[in-house]
Antibody, heavy 120, light 107 residues
Framework: EVQLVESGGGLVQPGGSLRLSCAAS????????MNWVRQAPGKGLEWVSY????????YYADSVKGRFTISRDNAKNSLYLQMNSLRAEDTAVYYC?????????????WGQGSLVTVSS | DIQMTQSPSTLSASVGDRVTITCRAS??????LAWYQQKPGKAPKLLIY???SLESGVPSRFSGSGSETEFTLTISSLQPDDFATYYC?????????FGQGTKVEIK
């Protein structure tokens, strides 16, 4: 069974940093590209970042470019999101999501989410 | 950047109704479109990919159609488990954009 489990969320002050982790199991993690998607309270979904299976390609939404860094450790079946210079508007549930291999960019499995709250 | 616009934002319907949600792209995306269902407090669930392909395990009452800039998600006979928020999503050149969502409510 495919499982994605996020951790590392919490309360942080504006300007602070936080690192999210996503532990993957039940599939060959090193074969799949991965994403972070976030959802502000009561709002819609916003794609945040993408990393290819080998980490050779990385992309970010303009809203987080220069502040967030995505990475992965295939030996540990883990995905990460380092978030720096956090702002109130970064408050959201952050989901890790797997890119479907045959589904043209669709995201076929999602974690349960990790809440990040940026507030003083 | 490609923008995705869903309509309506909210839809009130009864069990057994046929429901259609529309998603429009600001430019052509071929068939690089997916639909997701999200229930409160839960992660989104993939329903449809490549505009019209049904994800494994998804009931056949869900269907998708369209291409280029206009797409639809249809639920042929609404069931109690289908009351949720639905999002379309496009993929183009390593950017993903979601529609603003359509909430399907009980009438």
């Amino acid at each position: 069974e495919v499982q994605l489990v996020e951790s590392g969320g919490g309360l942080v002050q504006p300007g602070g940093s936080l690192r999210l982790s996503c532990a993957a199991s039940g599939f060959s993690f090193s074969s799949y590209s991965m994403n972070w998607v976030r959802q502000a309270p009561g709002k819609g979904l916003e794609w945040v970042s993408y990393i290819s299976s080998s980490s050779s390609s990385i992309y970010y939404a303009d809203s987080v470019k220069g502040r967030f860094t995505i990475s992965r450790d295939n030996a540990k079946n883990s995905l990460y999101l380092q978030m720096n210079s956090l702002r109130a508007e970064d408050t959201a549930v952050y989901y890790c999501a797997r890119t479907c291999l045959v589904c043209q960019g669709s995201l076929d499995y999602w974690g349960q989410g990790s809440l990040v709250t940026v507030s003083s | 950047d490609i923008q995705m616009t869903q309509s309506p934002s909210t839809l009130s319907a009864s069990v057994g109704d046929r429901v259609t949600i529309t998603c429009r792209a600001s430019q052509s995306i071929s068939n690089w479109l997916a639909w997701y269902q999200q229930k409160p407090g839960k992660a989104p669930k993939l329903l449809i990919y490549k505009a019209s392909s049904l994800e494994s395990g998804v009931p056949s009452r869900f269907s998708g159609s369209g291409s280029e800039t206009e797409f639809t998600l249809t639920i042929s006979s609404l069931q109690p488990d289908d009351f949720a928020t639905y999002y379309c999503q496009q993929y183009n050149s390593f950017t993903w954009t979601f529609g603003q969502g359509t909430k399907v409510e009980i009438k």
